[in-house]
């Protein structure tokens, strides 16, 4: 078992940074791959960003390429994503997932095991 606890979320203008951070807890080996996910009112869970284990190979959703970073911590257990240039479309619940196995260039959440409870991030314009 794993257990995911999102922080770092909020409320920012336009143009404004946020850094959010995943601590896992539980079983190493069920969070090889670790992912940031977001759900805005109305609309489907989104893959944004995924990381390896190394934290070499990472993947990132081409609505956020080029603002967000995703990165892992030394321990390896804490996942951030740090998300530069906010835009009010990038409001949404921002969810943290981890998976045992598989890719980073794998964007299913169906493929994901393990999730966060969720943080809010709210850009206004």
């Not at 203008?13 to 069920?30: H, I, K, V, Y």
Request: with cysteine; proline share 2%.
């Amino acid at each position: 078992q794993v257990q995911l606890v999102e922080s770092g979320g909020g409320l920012v203008q336009a143009g404004d940074s946020l850094r959010l951070s995943c601590e896992a807890s539980g079983r190493m080996l069920d969070i090889y791959i670790m992912g940031w996910f977001r759900q805005a009112p109305g609309k489907e869970r989104e893959f944004v960003a995924g990381i390896n284990w190394s934290g070499r190979d990472t993947n990132y959703a081409n609505s956020v390429k080029g603002r967000f970073t995703i990165s892992r911590g030394n321990a390896k257990n804490t996942v951030y994503l740090q998300m530069n240039s906010l835009q009010p479309e990038d409001t949404a619940v921002y969810y943290c997932a981890s998976r045992r196995a598989g890719s980073v260039w794998s964007t299913n959440l169906n493929e994901y095991d393990y999730w966060g409870q969720g943080t809010q991030v709210t850009v206004s314009s």
